[in-house]
């Protein structure tokens, strides 16, 4: 009897959830994207009336696959110029959300009775919003081409950027109990060369490269090669110490400056939304309800103030940025929430032995 991998079996009962679920969802006229998380659920360990995913780690790792391609996606429709168009409201914006953010996190947890590093972890989770939820709730609802959504874009890229600082900052203080100047500088050195590298290679290299190459370049090679560029840009990125989301951007911003970029843009929309369905349905697995009740009234809180104060500091970066009141409004709604890098801070602190489980 021939035996079947775990993975493939996992993936069958994914994909036929997802899309039991989403075919409801769409009928209902409701977001596919609730519908993916509740496919998450039926599925993974919390629910015990249907089979359960058996390999839950490999699961994971194509859930990060979906989190490259829906970045690399979103980099394509979101070129280097309109970042440098976006970048000073941009920056200012979510420099004010995520210092509010981490401020309002710590008094949160204060107020809770938590310790002071618990406080302090809470404020970096809260600090940081999903890209992913927002690309695939503004698909939906189709409001991409809006003014308000270029600034959404630029403010969760210079998130992804300031994130890396805050770890490295939340790694120095629940290690040393105080701040290491040397490594924020070391960090910051990092980033700038990256940049660099990012505003070179979106000038000369990858435009130059693709319009030589044209001439071979048909429908799957391009796909082939665009998905390899962006892969080794995910590799950099990593090896630099950024997340690969960061690095998936990166590259589809640089190809976005080319000939070819609506062709890609394309080819990679099915793979984006087969790899996008697989990480969705792994959030979806993370739901316990016997950890909802049990943290009822925490967890109410925190949402509470997540949604209050990410609206409150986006609207006031935003308007302290020269962007208008409804524009700055929009933006506070769209990034009223929290995403994958808070995950990373948050099994941060547990790994280091500084936060409580």
Not at 158 to 177: G, W, Y
Not at 199 to 210: C, D, E, M, T, V
Not at 232 to 257: R, W, Y
């Amino acid at each position: 009897m021939t035996h079947l991998p775990g993975l493939i079996n996992d993936l069958a009962l994914i994909l036929i959830a997802a899309g039991v679920v989403t075919l409801l969802f769409r009928r209902l006229r409701q977001p596919v994207v609730l519908g993916y998380l509740i496919a998450g659920f039926i599925v993974g360990p919390h629910f015990a009336l249907v089979p359960t995913i058996s390999d839950q780690p490999n699961v994971q790792v194509w859930s990060e696959i979906g989190i490259i391609f829906l970045l690399f996606a979103l980099g394509l429709e979101f070129s280097f110029k309109k970042l440098v168009k976006v970048g000073g409201a941009a920056s200012v914006t979510a420099s004010v959300e995520v210092i509010g953010m981490v401020a309002i996190g710590y008094v949160t947890g204060f107020a809770l009775g938590w310790s002071a590093m618990d406080s302090l972890f809470l404020g970096g989770v809260l600090a940081i919003s999903s890209t992913t939820i927002i690309i695939r709730a503004f698909e939906e609802v189709g409001v991409k081409g809006r003014a308000f959504v270029s600034l959404v874009f630029g403010v969760l890229v210079v998130e992804d950027l300031i994130a890396i600082l805050l770890l490295v900052l939340l790694s120095t203080v629940a290690v040393t109990k105080s701040f290491a100047g040397q490594e924020m500088l070391y960090s910051g050195a990092k980033l700038l060369f990256f940049l660099i590298l990012w505003f070179a290679g979106g000038i000369f290299i990858i435009p130059s490269f693709l319009r030589k190459a044209r001439a071979w370049m048909n429908g799957e090679t391009l796909l082939v090669t665009a998905v390899g560029l962006c892969f080794a840009m995910v590799v950099i990125a990593t090896k630099a110490g950024f997340s690969p989301a960061l690095g998936a951007f990166v590259m589809g911003s640089l190809l976005a400056e080319t000939i070819e970029a609506e062709r890609i843009e394309h080819l990679i929309g099915p793979v984006k939304d087969l790899f996008a369905a697989v990480f969705f349905v792994s959030v979806g697995m993370l739901i316990d309800p016997k950890v909802l009740v049990q943290y009822a009234g925490p967890i109410a809180i925190i949402s509470l103030v997540t949604v209050v104060g990410k609206l409150t500091t986006t609207t006031i970066g935003a308007l302290i940025s020269g962007r208008p009141l409804k524009h700055s409004v929009q933006a506070g709604f769209s990034l009223a929430q929290i995403g994958e890098f808070s995950f990373i801070i948050a099994g941060l602190g547990l790994s280091l032995k500084v936060t409580s489980d």
